[in-house]
């Protein structure tokens, strides 16, 4: 089991052995890069306009739906 690099580092909600890269500001918890995506986006959020959380879960969706539409951002 790979351990945390520092013990004063927080720690994922749902992987205690794994660094917290974000912080949700509804749920009060620590997400790492896997568990990062909104939990109930449908539900009203009072921090939705500043949550770092909402916009990297929300550019994630986008970017798997332009590949499934096989958009080239390049053209």
């Known amino acids: ?3 945390r690099e520092s013990a004063d580092a927080p ?5 205690p052995e ?5 912080y949700c500001q509804k749920h009060y918890r620590y997400l790492c890069d896997e568990c990062l995506a909104c939990v109930d986006p449908k539900l009203y959020c009072p921090h939705r306009t500043s949550c770092i959380v909402w916009f990297l879960d929300r550019e994630k969706r986008r970017e798997k ?3 499934e539409q096989g958009w080239d951002k390049t053209a």
């Open 11 to 15: 720690a994922c909600a749902r992987h």
């Open 18 to 22: 794994r660094p917290a890269t974000q």
């Open 1 to 3: 089991m790979k351990m």
């Open 65 to 67: 739906r332009e590949a």
